[in-house]
């Protein structure tokens, strides 16, 4: 099966501009995430969908950011407008969701934003 | 609040000797865990998992061992092999927050040959 498709890979804008990223995830996977990688750090999750409704928002920084999932498939998280702490890796991930079973998430290459 | 923490920014083992990635937690809440792979440039990889009602899962070379009171589980890769080289995170699903993960800070895995 194809996996999560992510685009652009590389971004790189000044700061105060806005930027946006694009997920495609695997076919039939409900649940959507994303996620921001610090370098040296570990992923965090920003916002996780289930369908087209929002699960978990709760560490999205709401000011600046925002994603919306409007036909339960693809995905695009937005910065406007962008700060210097931006700079990362934008993680989309998807899982089947649901189900009396924990699914694992399957993650997509990332889009590495680079803030001047 | 760090939950999830790997100590051991990197590490380095010979190709064929066993490879021991080790990682604790504090939320007692946690009830699966799981290990990603990750190579430069490309997406976290899902590599193994073990529920918290469990102490051992085991996929080919790969073992993942589960300490409960003790709040530490291990990745063992046994034997290790030049292609495992790459950065390893432990993540951990708290069951009340849906499927949220937390991730450790990562350990990069150099495997010499």
């Known amino acids: 099966e194809a996996g999560v498709a992510q685009s652009p890979r590389y971004k790189i804008i000044e700061k105060r501009q806005s930027v946006a990223f694009w997920c495609n995830p695997i076919?039939?996977?409900?649940?959507l995430y994303w996620y921001q990688q610090i370098l040296g750090q570990g992923p965090k999750l920003l916002i996780q969908?289930?369908?087209?409704?929002?699960?978990?928002d709760s560490q999205l920084p709401k000011d600046r950011f925002s994603a919306e999932r409007l036909k339960g498939v693809d995905s695009t998280l937005k910065i406007q407008p962008a700060k210097l702490e931006d700079s990362a890796v934008y993680l989309c991930?998807?899982?089947?969701?649901?189900?009396?079973?924990?699914?694992?998430?399957?993650f997509g290459d990332g889009t590495r934003l680079s803030i001047l | 609040d760090q939950q999830v923490k790997q100590n051991s920014p990197s590490l380095s083992v010979q190709e064929g000797r066993i490879s021991i990635l080790n990682c604790d937690y504090t939320?007692?809440?946690?009830?699966?865990f799981l290990w990603y792979k990750k190579y430069p440039a490309e997406g976290p990889t899902f590599l193994i998992s073990i529920s918290s009602i469990k102490d051992k899962n085991e996929d080919g070379r790969f073992t993942v061992f589960l300490n409960k009171s003790a709040k530490h589980l291990s990745l063992h890769i046994v034997p290790s092999q030049p292609g495992d080289s790459a950065v390893y995170f432990c993540a951990a699903r708290e069951e009340t927050s849906g499927s949220r993960l937390t991730f450790g800070e990562g350990t990069q895995l150099t495997v010499n040959p």
């Open positions: 939320n007692s809440m946690f009830d699966y």
């Open positions: 076919s039939g996977h409900a649940t």
């Open positions: 969908f289930q369908n087209n409704g929002v699960v978990d």
């Open positions: 991930a998807s899982s089947r969701g649901g189900g009396a079973f924990f699914q694992p998430q399957h």
